[in-house]
Structures are given as structure tokens and as C-alpha cells.
């Protein structure tokens, strides 16, 4: 069975990180006998320029067909200045939408070997490992009304619109409930259910849902609360789970804490597990095509893409360990090499090269 893999690169260090990735997964699939067929195609600000919009009709057709999809990041300081219907970034929001992608897993774990690069006193982060699951096609990133007209008045108005239906939030809730079962079981339930009705009902049908997870112990808290306790005692979480909006601030939150963006994978699913896999990590133009970005994100990104979409656990485990077991032979990039390290940092490039001969010990 042939397994179709779209890579998408984007912008900045995106096409960077996609290198070795691909590498990655290429040596992996070797080893595990599996028979992955990449494609390649454009999204975002490069497809702006090249094919005049963020997401074209050729990438659109190739996510559609593919089992999954990696993408690198999108955007860069030459797309800042287009109106907000013609950014980069809607080429994310266009293939999450079309993908019926609502299911966005952010894990954040702490490598022990980088505890001191967190924001955070070291005995407050050390073993963190949060699952953060938020809402991805849904919420006030896609409600309508939506835009900024002139009011009669002549006075310029901005507007967008929070909504999510019951059956929106049950699917997401049950995801995360069976995330916390496989997990710690315990599940926090993030909204603003103090102020706003469309949060009401998401408590409401969290509350509903955990009659069929007696396993899993529920809570809810409200996102202020929520963010000051990311910060303040963070390993009291097991699961988060959160609408749009919510999740992608906490998400950046929970990042940090971590010590490096540079680490984070995400994965996007649909309700067939096809998935988009994307470091939580941005384009970061300044350093795009200098062998310096940190691939680590991106090559643990393919991992959940092996045990989320091609459905080869061990794979991804073993991608897994051998990002661990390069941390701990102390292989850094510049991003993560703060703090004590007095070693020599490793490109781009090199990084990979480590985690293939990582992969063949781990
Ligand atoms: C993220 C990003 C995106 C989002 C942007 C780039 C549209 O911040 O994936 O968290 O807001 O979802
Ligand atoms: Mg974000």
C-alpha cells in the first residue's frame, strides 16, 4: 500500500525543515518497509507570488488526494501589507477548512535536557507534558457576519462572529476525552463561559459528553484563569481543550514553557484521522535558507503524521526517540542551545543528519 504524502514548505525556513523531514521519513520508511510517495506543491506566500492566491486549485487537489499532508510555515514581511483576505496565512486557514481539519493536537513536552531554556524555574517545568486539543474550523476565526464596512454613521466598523454548534463542540470534546483516557485522564475544558453564550454551551455539552467518560475527570476553567494557571503551575494539566481563539493563545503559552518553539509539533485531523502535520513554529524569515533553523519541530511533526495518518506507531515512536536520544548525546541548533551549552551548535542540515543516525541506534 502506497502511502501519499504532500509536502508543502511555504515560506521562510519552511522549505528548510521539509528537507529533513523528508529525510527523515524517507530513512524510516525504509526501515519499516513502508512505501511513501511524496508530492510537492505551493501554500501561501509563495503561492501568492507564484500563483496568485494562497491556496490554489493544484495544492488543492493534491491535499485532497494525499493521506497526509506536512507543511513548513507560511508568511514573511513581503505579504504584511495585503489586505487580510490575501495573506499568506489564509492559505493555512483555506487548506485546514477544506480538509474539515477540526481536530488540532499541541503537545507540549519538555525535554529534560532543556529545562533551563524555559521561561519557567526549572522545578516548575521539569516532565511537563500537556496535550493541548483545540478547535480548528470553527469559532470566531470562521464565523459569519465577518468583515470591516462603513456604518451608516460613516464610522468604520470591524466584526467577527463567535459560533459554534452543539455538534461542532461534541466532536472535538469526544477527541479530547479519548485523549485523556489514553493519557493521564484528566481533562480541562477551557472557556469564557462567564460572558459568552456560545462558551456557555460549549460548557454545557462538555458537561453532557463526560457522562460517557466516567474514566476521565472533567474541569473547566475560564481562559483567564486558565492562562495565569499555564503559568503558574503548569503540571497541574493533563489535557486542554479549547475553541479556536482560546487555543491558539494558550498554545503559544504552553510553547514557551517548553523553552523552544523550535520543538513543538502539531497535527490537524479530520474525522477519517487524514491529517496536516506543521511545527507550531512560524516562517522566520530572518534565518530562511541558512542551514540555522531547527528541523525538530518539522521531524517530530512527521511522527505524528506516521501514528495519526499512516497508522504506524512504531515508526513514529522511533522517530520519537531518536529526537531524545540526540537531545541527550547534546546536539543543539542555535535556538535551543541557550543557557549552559558550551558546545558547538548544529545546522539545519547537520541536525537531521544526527536524527538519521540517531534512528538507526533508537
Ligand atoms: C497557529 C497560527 C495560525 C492561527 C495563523 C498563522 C493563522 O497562529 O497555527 O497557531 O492563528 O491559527
Ligand atoms: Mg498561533
Not at 538519521?356 to 533508537?362: P, Q, S
Request: contains cysteine; charged residues 25%.
Amino acid at each position: 500500500m502506497t502511502h501519499r504524502v504532500l509536502l508543502l514548505p511555504g515560506d521562510g525556513i519552511g522549505p528548510d525543515v521539509i528537507e529533513q523531514a523528508k529525510r527523515v521519513l524517507s530513512r524510516v520508511a525504509d526501515i519499516h518497509g513502508l512505501d511513501i510517495a511524496f508530492e510537492e506543491a505551493l501554500i501561501g506566500g509563495k503561492a501568492i507570488d507564484l500563483e496568485g492566491q494562497p491556496y490554489p486549485e493544484s495544492t488543492r487537489a493534491l491535499a485532497r488526494a494525499a493521506d497526509a499532508v506536512l507543511l513548513g510555515a507560511v508568511g514573511g514581511p513581503q505579504w504584511d501589507g495585503l489586505p487580510a483576505g490575501d495573506r499568506p496565512e489564509r492559505g493555512l486557514l483555506a487548506i485546514r477548512a477544506d480538509l474539515d481539519l477540526f481536530c488540532n493536537l499541541r503537545p507540549a513536552i519538555l525535554f529534560p535536557e532543556l529545562a533551563s531554556a524555559s521561561s519557567l524555574h526549572s522545578h516548575l517545568v521539569a516532565g511537563l507534558d500537556i496535550l493541548i486539543v483545540r478547535e480548528l474550523t470553527g469559532g470566531i476565526y470562521f464565523g459569519e457576519p465577518r468583515g470591516i464596512h462603513v456604518r451608516e454613521d460613516g464610522i468604520r466598523e470591524g466584526l467577527n462572529t463567535d459560533r459554534y454548534d452543539e455538534s461542532e463542540i461534541r466532536r472535538i470534546g469526544k477527541l479530547a476525552f479519548e485523549a485523556a483516557r489514553k493519557r493521564d485522564g484528566r481533562l480541562c475544558s477551557v472557556d469564557k463561559a462567564n460572558v459568552l453564550e456560545v462558551t456557555m454551551l460549549w460548557r454545557e455539552v462538555m458537561q453532557d459528553l463526560s457522562s460517557d467518560y466516567p474514566d476521565v475527570e472533567l474541569s473547566h476553567l475560564y481562559v483567564d484563569n486558565a492562562a495565569m494557571q499555564l503559568v503558574r503551575e503548569p503540571k497541574q494539566f493533563d489535557v486542554l481543550v479549547t475553541g479556536n481563539l482560546f487555543g491558539d493563545i494558550l498554545s503559544d503559552i504552553a510553547a514557551m514553557l517548553t523553552g523552544s518553539i523550535g520543538m513543538l509539533p502539531s497535527a490537524s485531523l479530520n474525522s477519517q484521522s487524514k491529517g496536516l502535520y506543521e511545527p507550531v513554529h512560524g516562517s522566520a524569515p530572518d534565518i530562511a535558507g541558512q542551514d540555522l533553523a531547527n528541523p525538530l519541530a518539522t521531524i517530530l511533526s512527521a511522527a505524528m503524521l506516521c501514528r495519526y495518518s499512516l497508522r504506524q506507531g512504531a515508526a513514529a515512536d522511533q522517530i520519537e526517540r531518536a529526537v531524545a536520544s540526540v537531545l541527550s548525546h547534546g546536539h543543539r541548533t542555535g535556538d535551543i542551545a541557550g543557557g549552559n551549552f558550551t558546545g558547538a551548535t548544529l545546522g539545519t542540515a547537520a541536525m537531521g543528519d544526527a536524527v538519521i543516525a540517531a534512528l538507526d541506534e533508537a
